[in-house]
């Protein structure tokens, strides 16, 4: 007596086939749910670039606006690091004063894509053996703000400028790009059109 039966299992054709399904299958839905998992992830990258562009952005333009007689300084060193100095009539002390200078220094490091500021009372220089030039500083003075403590204001700023804006305009034109580079979509950019001292 001979029994017969259906064979049980899979063949190796039909393994392969069905392997074959699964990574095409995977290969078709990897980008959009890659998408989605680092969704979240990509908006808080987009959000931080946001409030430090906009904090920077204000910061420069309230400096910019109390800068005395529009005056400001500026200094590249060999490492390629931008210094600008503000001297600032913050507040007027009494009605016969000339008011007191506050002094902003800017630095923006191409390396380190980073932005930074520092801003001192003529009080706080003195304890700090920062200068409080009037005029265009002297060498040795810009070496002393170039070792000055500064609060950092936004990171990944991929590009700044400072200087004389193209034709037809006047005066001084101030711009930077922030982008993290974990996040995708445009580059947010910030304009500062400013006047030039006299």
């Known amino acids: 007596m001979r029994c017969t039966g259906q064979k049980s299992g899979f063949t190796l054709m039909e393994i392969l086939v069905a392997v074959g399904m699964l990574s095409l299958i995977f290969l078709v839905i990897q980008q959009p749910l890659s998408l989605i998992l680092t969704y979240p992830q990509r908006t808080v990258h987009e959000r931080t670039d946001r409030v430090a562009?906009?904090?920077?952005?204000?910061?420069?333009?309230?400096?910019?606006?109390?800068?005395?007689?529009a005056t400001s300084w500026s200094k590249t060193t060999d490492d390629g690091k931008l210094h600008i100095l503000l001297p600032l009539l913050a507040r007027f002390d009494d009605a016969?004063?000339?008011?007191?200078?506050?002094?902003?220094?800017?630095?923006?490091?191409?390396?380190?894509?980073?932005?930074?500021?520092?801003?001192?009372?003529?009080?706080?220089?003195?304890?700090?053996?920062?200068?409080?030039?009037?005029?265009?500083?002297?060498?040795?003075?810009?070496?002393?703000?170039?070792?000055?403590?500064?609060?950092?204001?936004a990171s990944s700023v991929q590009e700044f400028q400072f200087g004389p804006p193209p034709p037809p305009d006047t005066g001084l034109r101030l711009s930077f790009k922030i982008k993290n580079p974990a996040r995708s979509g445009r580059t947010d950019e910030y304009v500062l059109q400013l006047e030039e001292s006299p």
């Open 53 to 69: 562009g906009r904090l920077a952005y204000s910061k420069l333009h309230h400096d910019f606006r109390e800068a005395f007689a």
């Open 96 to 153: 016969d004063s000339d008011g007191r200078w506050d002094y902003a220094l800017w630095v923006y490091d191409p390396k380190a894509q980073t932005l930074s500021r520092g801003r001192w009372s003529q009080k706080e220089l003195s304890k700090k053996g920062l200068p409080a030039p009037r005029q265009e500083p002297t060498q040795q003075e810009w070496e002393k703000y170039f070792g000055a403590s500064l609060v950092l204001v």
